[in-house]
């Protein structure tokens, strides 16, 4: 009933800054936590960073002071600013959210992800 779908990922060098976009659509009552996860190659996947419904943030320490996360509930929508990008930050990106749909429980889907490359 609900899907996420990310963009936003791409090539960038080292230094450099992307934006990623996670829109959640379909049968949707309400979002409480969305988070930002990434999995590169042979690694386990893990959190970046994660916002509440109320607007609170936490990052990874590895990210923190170079990546933001927000949301725009109104469009269902959380961002990933990328600044001051490593290539140790090479990853996909995977999206995800606590989301109440019509009629169910709480449960957290998450996106297909998008692939974002720090290369010179």
């Known amino acids: 009933q609900v899907q996420l779908v990310e963009s936003g990922g791409g090539l960038v060098q080292p230094g450099g800054s992307l934006r990623l976009s996670c829109a959640a659509s379909?049968?949707?009552?309400?979002?409480?936590?969305m988070k930002w996860h990434r999995e590169a190659p042979g690694k386990e996947r893990e959190l970046v960073a994660t916002?509440?419904?109320?607007?609170?943030?936490n990052y990874a320490d590895s990210v923190e002071g170079r990546f933001t996360i927000s949301r725009d509930n109104a469009k269902n929508t959380v961002y990933l600013e990328m600044n001051s990008l490593k290539p140790e930050d090479t990853a996909v990106y995977y999206c995800?959210?606590?989301?109440?749909?019509?009629?169910?429980?709480?449960?957290?889907?998450w996106g297909k992800g998008t692939l974002v490359t720090v290369s010179s």
């Open positions: 379909g049968s949707i009552s309400r979002i409480d936590d």
């Open positions: 916002i509440t419904s109320g607007g609170r943030t």
């Open positions: 995800n959210a606590l989301v109440e749909s019509w009629g169910a429980l709480l449960r957290y889907y």
